[in-house]
């Protein structure tokens, strides 16, 4: 706790540090449209949550928001466009936990951590553990039960690669007793659920918008869900952590970063903003019924989650050899 809290401090005395050498915002900004990117192709979760952030974010600042997306390298094209883009408020990253994971699995990235500043999160797509359903498992404990009764023959489990929220979640539960898992890696998320779905691998994780329906179609057997708390479109999901799995929880979020050097005005007026926005009924109203929680987070409370996901899934990545595929 006291190294999350000093990662935490480091990053926001950096942000500081950057800031308080930036140009002042100018009184009238946005004075014309701002920049979004979101570094995945448009349809996935980040790209929804993005979307609907930047609808209520028009309004407020009076200038268009627009999404601009930019895939590629598992969402490094993104991420380095916005950590070199210029920092005059104009251009920001809607990242994920790739922004936190990154830089523990490559060591030879276009851009540095420190390139970026958090803003504000916006959303979580709640992570929901799945299985195929002739498995033997109804919940966490028994499906634990029943992979530790495959031995050395394994239970094979599908990610979206090294280093995905999959693959976390993965490592989580070995962690919570289940060293026989055989990581599965496919390209995407969307593969690794068609792979439960066939029957080829039995179990993965994934987001709750892409497996949420494929659950109430009686195709998928959903275990648990990662978040930390009950997913409000699904609540006779219980999580993880109620199981008795609290080292199992992570989420797909969605939350905005800036380059170094964006004037601190403009960023505590964005992360205003964005609280309003992501507390509004109108965005509730649009993300919640798919299955997406939103998450209106303070400044501080920001920073200190982005320091904490850096510490905690690196611990993570290094116990387990993660590297970039």
Same mark, same amino acid.
């Given at each position: 706790m006291h190294t999350v809290r000093s990662l935490a401090v480091a990053l926001a005395c950096s942000c500081a540090g950057v800031l308080l050498h930036? @140009?002042?915002?100018?009184?009238?900004?946005?004075?014309?449209?701002?920049?979004?990117? &979101? =570094?995945? #192709?448009?349809g996935g979760a980040n790209d929804l949550m993005a979307r609907a952030a930047?609808?209520?974010?028009?309004?407020?600042?009076?200038?268009?928001? *627009?999404?601009?997306?930019?895939?590629?390298?598992g969402a490094i094209v993104g991420t380095a466009f916005v950590a070199k883009?210029? @920092?005059?408020?104009?251009?920001?990253? *809607?990242?994920?936990?790739?922004?936190? %994971?990154?830089?523990?699995l490559n060591k030879s990235l276009p851009y540095e951590d420190k390139e970026l500043v958090p803003v504000g999160m916006i959303a979580v797509a709640?992570?929901?553990? *799945? &299985?195929? @359903? #002739?498995?033997?498992a109804s919940d966490l404990k028994s499906f634990i039960?029943?992979?530790?009764?495959?031995g050395d023959k394994g239970v094979?489990?599908?990610?979206?690669?090294?280093?995905? %929220? =999959?693959?976390? &979640?993965?490592?989580?539960?070995?962690?919570?007793?289940?060293?026989?898992? &055989?990581?599965? @890696?496919?390209?995407?998320?969307?593969?690794? *659920?068609?792979?439960v779905l066939s029957g080829s691998v039995s179990a993965t994780s994934e987001a709750s918008i892409v497996v949420l329906p494929y659950v109430k179609a009686g195709k998928l057997? #959903?275990?648990?869900?990662t978040y930390e708390k009950r997913i409000t479109a699904y609540p006779s999901l219980p999580t993880a952590i109620?199981?008795?799995y609290p080292a199992v929880s992570i989420g797909h979020w969605a939350g905005l970063f800036a380059p170094a050097g964006t004037p601190a005005a403009v960023i505590e007026r964005m992360n205003a903003e964005l609280i309003n926005v992501v507390k509004s009924k109108e965005f509730a109203d649009h993300l919640v019924p798919s299955g997406i929680e939103p998450a209106p987070y303070s400044l501080k409370d920001f920073v200190t989650f982005v320091a904490g996901e850096r510490e905690r899934l690196g611990r993570l990545a290094r116990a387990a050899g993660m590297k970039a595929e």
């Open positions: 930036a @140009p002042l915002a100018r009184a009238d900004w946005p004075d014309h449209a701002v920049k979004w990117v &979101v =570094p995945f #192709a448009p930047a609808e209520g974010m028009s309004k407020r600042l009076g200038q268009p928001v *627009v999404i601009e997306n930019k895939p590629g390298a883009a210029k @920092p005059d408020g104009y251009t920001f990253l *809607v990242g994920a936990a790739g922004v936190a %994971t990154n830089s523990l709640p992570s929901v553990i *799945v &299985v195929n @359903p #002739a498995l033997p039960a029943w992979a530790k009764e495959q094979n489990w599908s990610t979206a690669g090294s280093g995905s %929220t =999959p693959h976390f &979640v993965a490592e989580m539960l070995k962690e919570s007793g289940v060293p026989n898992l &055989v990581i599965v @890696p496919y390209k995407s998320g969307s593969e690794g *659920v068609t792979a057997k #959903a275990l648990a869900t109620e199981q008795g």
